[in-house]
Every structure is written in structure tokens, then in C-alpha cells.
């Protein structure tokens, strides 16, 4: 998916294309979540719709919910909720972070000759 290092660096519009494509799989795991959390605070916590999308937001943003639960199952939910949220805030920000990075490493090695073994 990536050049390596003796390849020329990737042309602007190939980055632009492969950041867009990074965000577009990022964007698709928080509508996914998104999805999940907002299920599962109306499963167990009997939650209205638009009150159960707010709490999932707030926790996939790292703010933590806004009604806090009341049902052993809420609690439960809301915690490996919060869990998995963390986890995928870090995944979706390396997941749009990694195609600049590899693009800058990329560039500093772009001039170097391959190793001749």
C-alpha cells in the first residue's frame, strides 16, 4: 500500500488520494460505532433515540456521557463502552495521521541510494 523507501515519493494527487481514503475508513468505523453505542444505550438503558446518540458521541468524542446510567446492564454497556471508545479515538487518529507521517519519513530517505548487500 505504501512505497518503500528506494521508491520515488507519491505524487500529490496519489497522497490526497490515500489521505482521503484513510479518513473514509476512519469516518466508517465512528458511523459504525456510532451505530452500536446508540443500539445498545436503548437496549439497556431504555434511552430515547436522540438521547442515546448524544451519550455515544460524547463518550466516541472522550467527553464521557451525559446521563449517567441507572440499570446493572447500563452500567456495564456505558463501561466497556467507554472502553472500546478510547480505543477507537486512538485508532481513527493514527489511522488519518499515518499517510502524513509515512509521507515526511518518506521524504528524508527519499534521496538515499538503496543498501547494495
Same mark, same amino acid.
Given at each position: 500500500?505504501? $512505497?518503500?523507501?528506494?521508491?520515488?515519493?507519491?505524487?500529490?494527487?496519489?497522497?490526497?488520494?490515500?489521505? @482521503?481514503?484513510?479518513?473514509?475508513?476512519?469516518? @466508517?468505523?465512528?458511523?459504525?460505532?456510532?451505530?452500536?453505542?446508540?443500539?445498545?444505550?436503548?437496549?439497556? $438503558?431504555? &434511552? #430515547?433515540? &436522540?438521547?442515546?446518540?448524544?451519550?455515544t458521541a460524547m463518550l466516541?468524542?472522550? &467527553?464521557?456521557?451525559?446521563?449517567?446510567?441507572?440499570?446493572?446492564?447500563?452500567?456495564?454497556?456505558?463501561?466497556?463502552?467507554?472502553?472500546?471508545?478510547?480505543?477507537?479515538?486512538? *485508532?481513527?487518529?493514527?489511522?488519518?495521521?499515518? #499517510? *502524513?507521517?509515512?509521507?515526511?519519513?518518506?521524504h528524508f530517505h527519499v534521496? $538515499?541510494?538503496?543498501?547494495?548487500d
Open positions: 500500500m505504501y $512505497e518503500a523507501r528506494h521508491q520515488p515519493l507519491l505524487t500529490r494527487a496519489g497522497f490526497y488520494q490515500r489521505v @482521503a481514503l484513510h479518513v473514509s475508513i476512519a469516518v @466508517a468505523l465512528l458511523v459504525l460505532s456510532l451505530g452500536m453505542g446508540m443500539v445498545g444505550y436503548v437496549a439497556t $438503558e431504555r &434511552m #430515547p433515540w &436522540m438521547d442515546a446518540f448524544l451519550n466516541l468524542g472522550g &467527553m464521557g456521557p451525559v446521563n449517567p446510567p441507572v440499570t446493572s446492564g447500563g452500567k456495564l454497556f456505558a463501561g466497556l463502552f467507554a472502553l472500546y471508545a478510547g480505543l477507537v479515538f486512538i *485508532v481513527c487518529a493514527a489511522l488519518v495521521m499515518t #499517510p *502524513v507521517i509515512h509521507r515526511i519519513l518518506h534521496d $538515499e541510494k538503496p543498501d547494495s
